[in-house]
């Protein structure tokens, strides 16, 4: 397809493809941007990027998803975003590998997707990676995995503005099919966690219409760097439940709460690949509950949509399910762990109340843990 693509736009056929996934995060929420750790799994859906080395300086990208629109622009150029806001990810790229000595040449890329976007399944993340992945086989770099997820997060950091940690860009490089990573966000170390072969990953999207994500993201990271001034430490990692507890007059009371989040966080990360090794599915549903409830009441990221699926879930499966909303926030997706065999009945609850509740309808993929970054290069 991406080849299809590529040929119809350049005329010729490609060198390489690069294909890199979305991913949903089953439990650690704004956990990485404190050091602290995470349990993602990468979904199906992928981002793919075809492409051809230049013999100028010229880069051109197509993208199917946006087929009237042709992004061009010189490898050497500074940092110009583009009113585009795909186009704009590549150019992020090629500026984070330029600050870092990494110099491109021309290319021309052909892009294409299947990652839902804008429902916090890290869509951006794919595409970054896959590019990434492209542009280091294309140009012989030998950038390792870490550090192919460092320049994807210094892309958005530095470039798209948003302050995001590096789990999306980290799992999306190293993804393992049929497991969740147990990564480190602060030593990058990732343990990998099968998921039982007779779970399902339910995925249900709100299509609550996001807003403000940005901004607000940025504002929780800035609360928790806040919280570490006051208490003197470099990071949340390096807190515990006494030190914060201790520190309380120096925090206004949202600092507070979000640290406490964080802290909080990090424990059911533990605990619930501890309970996923055992196939506890009950366990992993405390987890879980506990971390949406913690979103809702102590990091103030939820929305009445997302809240009420995790509520249709819990009424129809109890604890034979586990549920909350997952990824950046403010909206987006949630995502269900359960028995292969009570997917019908969790889909039907939602087909059945969610629109009664909320006047929205549900988004619902039914998926397996996929693979990270493939890179194939014929050239
Ligand atoms: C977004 C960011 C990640 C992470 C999550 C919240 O997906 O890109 O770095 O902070 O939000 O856990």
Redesign the pocket.
């Given at each position: 397809m991406s080849v299809n693509l590529f040929e119809q736009h350049f005329d010729v056929s490609p060198e390489g493809t690069a294909s890199a996934p979305g991913r949903v995060?089953l439990i650690?929420?704004?956990?990485?941007?404190n050091d602290g750790w995470?349990l993602p799994c990468a979904l199906q859906f992928r981002c793919h990027v075809a492409w051809r080395r230049r013999e100028d300086n010229t880069i051109t990208a197509v993208s199917r998803e946006y087929p009237d629109e042709i992004d061009s622009f010189q490898a050497c150029d500074e940092y110009k975003p583009s009113t585009r806001p795909w186009a704009n990810y590549i150019r992020a790229i090629v500026a984070a590998l330029r600050s870092e000595g990494y110099v491109t040449q021309g290319i021309d890329l052909a892009l294409w997707s299947d990652v839902p976007q804008g429902r916090?399944l890290?869509s951006s993340?794919a595409l970054e990676v896959a590019l990434l992945g492209a542009l280091n086989s294309a140009f012989n770099w030998n950038i390792d995995g870490a550090e192919i997820a460092k320049l994807g997060q210094l892309s958005e950091n530095a470039f798209i503005g948003?302050q995001?940690?590096?789990?999306?860009q980290l799992i999306s490089t190293k993804a393992q099919p049929g497991a969740a990573l147990l990564l480190d966000c602060q030593s990058l170390e990732a343990i990998s966690v099968t998921i039982p072969k007779q779970w399902s990953i339910v995925i249900l999207d709100s299509n609550y219409p996001r807003k403000l994500v940005d901004s607000e993201?940025n504002a929780r990271r800035a609360d928790c760097e806040a919280a570490c001034a006051a208490m003197t430490i470099p990071s949340l990692r390096a807190a515990d439940t006494q030190r914060l507890a201790a520190c309380r007059d120096t925090l206004t009371a949202t600092q507070y709460r979000r640290a406490a989040h964080v802290l909080e966080e990090n424990k059911r990360v533990k605990a619930t690949a501890a309970a996923l090794q055992q196939a506890d599915l009950a366990a992993v549903a405390e987890q879980l509950a506990n971390g949406h409830h913690s979103l809702a009441n102590h990091y103030e990221v939820t929305v009445p949509a997302t809240d009420a699926l995790v509520a249709i879930a819990k009424a129809e499966l109890g604890n034979r399910v586990a549920a909350r909303q997952t990824?950046?926030?403010f909206g987006g997706a949630v995502v269900c762990l359960c028995h292969r065999d009570d997917v019908p009945q969790l889909l039907n609850a939602v087909e059945r109340d969610y629109t009664q509740r909320t006047g929205l309808k549900a988004t619902t993929f039914v998926c397996e843990a996929g693979t990270g970054l493939e890179v194939n290069n014929n050239g």
């Open positions: 995060n650690g929420e704004f956990t990485d941007y995470v916090g890290s993340a948003c995001c940690g590096i789990m999306d993201y990824g950046g926030g």
